[in-house]
């Protein structure tokens, strides 16, 4: 049974950086697609970002593209998001979601993490 712990949320003002981390065990992820959500109140949960464990390749939503970077580490079986740049349009709860199978922008994941707060004041 997979399991997903985040990290690294909390408070920064507009235009400073946080980095989040997805620590993974449980089971192998490494033939997985990783990636990365986040619900503001009252908004549905959207794509942020995934990446390829075994290829590394990465995608992003337009809206962070140039600002966010998603990396892992696959001795740690961590994924993390590098946020920079950040505004309060970015404010949300953060997920990191794991998937045995190719494909990324939707919620179709198989394991979530429980979500970390990021708050971005002006």
């Known amino acids: 049974q997979g399991q997903l712990v985040e990290s690294g949320g909390g408070l920064v003002q507009a235009g400073g950086s946080l980095r989040l981390s997805c620590a993974a065990s449980?089971?192998?992820?490494?033939?997985?697609?990783m990636g990365w959500f986040r619900q503001a109140p009252g908004k549905e949960r959207e794509f942020v970002a995934a990446i390829n464990w075994y290829e590394y390749r990465t995608y992003y939503a337009d809206s962070v593209k140039g600002r966010f970077t998603i990396s892992r580490d696959k001795g740690k079986n961590t994924m993390y998001l590098q946020m920079n740049s950040l505004n309060p349009e970015d404010t949300a709860v953060y997920y990191c979601?794991?998937?045995?199978?190719?494909?990324?922008?939707?919620?179709?994941?198989?394991?979530w993490g429980q979500g970390t707060q990021v708050t971005v004041s002006s």
């Open positions: 979601a794991a998937r045995p199978r190719a494909g990324y922008g939707n919620t179709d994941y198989d394991y």
């Open positions: 449980g089971r192998s992820f490494s033939s997985d697609t």
